[in-house]
């Protein structure tokens, strides 16, 4: 097929047809989900049994609002990383992978934003209960931060370093 419309090399010496390329990112993507998906699936179950221990009553108004809202950011949490598994179940067969491709990336990106802002919640909650002072979100935001690094900075200082072609993958 050289010369094929549809072929394309990019910087990495790879041949590979649109859809070829689709079916490659997906698989990588649905890798990805994986280990977020069981990260977010148990965080978000223990997070669901905190309203039935025998503390729960005691807790502050400010620390019950702290676990609504980390319960609610959970469930969106959850939604956003379980949503490209759904989306590809009712488009598998369309003809729209490259598009669905692009729509679950997309997802997948918002999912983790609300993981680390889950993440944040829970620490800032557990933290505040066990330590009872202002430090507890000194340390949330400590480790805000250092989400910030492993997920966000390290992967931009790679992508910066590196030499992207005009189509990245």
Same mark, same amino acid.
């Given at each position: 097929?050289? *010369?094929?419309?549809?072929?394309?090399?990019?910087? %990495? @010496? &790879? !041949?590979?047809?649109? $859809?070829?390329?689709?079916?490659?990112?997906?698989?990588?993507?649905?890798?990805?989900?994986?280990?977020?998906?069981?990260?977010?699936?148990?965080?978000?179950?223990?997070?669901?049994?905190?309203?039935?221990?025998?503390?729960?009553?005691?807790?502050?108004?400010?620390?019950?609002?702290?676990?609504?809202?980390?319960?609610?950011?959970?469930?969106?949490?959850?939604?956003?990383?379980? *949503?490209?598994?759904?989306?590809?179940?009712?488009? %598998? @067969? &369309? !003809?729209?992978?490259? $598009?669905?491709?692009?729509?679950?990336?997309?997802?997948?990106?918002?999912?983790?934003?609300?993981?680390?802002?889950?993440?944040?919640?829970?620490?800032?909650?557990?933290?505040?209960?066990?330590?009872?002072?202002?430090?507890?979100?000194?340390?949330?935001?400590?480790?805000?931060?250092?989400?910030?690094?492993?997920?966000?900075?390290?992967?931009?200082?790679?992508?910066?370093?590196?030499?992207?072609?005009?189509?990245?993958?």
């Amino acid at each position: 097929m050289a *010369g094929h419309e549809s072929d394309r090399t990019d910087d %990495t @010496g &790879r !041949r590979e047809t649109t $859809e070829e390329r689709a079916d490659r990112r997906w698989g990588d993507l649905l890798q990805e989900l994986r280990v977020a998906q069981t990260g977010v699936q148990i965080l978000f179950g223990f997070l669901l049994t905190v309203v039935f221990q025998q503390r729960f009553p005691q807790l502050s108004d400010t620390d019950r609002h702290l676990y609504v809202a980390t319960v609610v950011v959970g469930a969106a949490t959850t939604g956003a990383l379980i *949503g490209p598994v759904a989306m590809h179940r009712l488009l %598998t @067969g &369309r !003809r729209v992978k490259p $598009e669905t491709v692009v729509w679950a990336s997309r997802m997948t990106v918002v999912g983790l934003f609300l993981l680390l802002c889950t993440t944040a919640c829970s620490l800032l909650l557990v933290l505040r209960l066990a330590i009872h002072d202002t430090g507890a979100a000194w340390l949330a935001g400590v480790m805000v931060l250092w989400f910030s690094v492993c997920w966000l900075g390290i992967p931009l200082w790679a992508r910066y370093r590196s030499t992207p072609g005009p189509d990245q993958d």
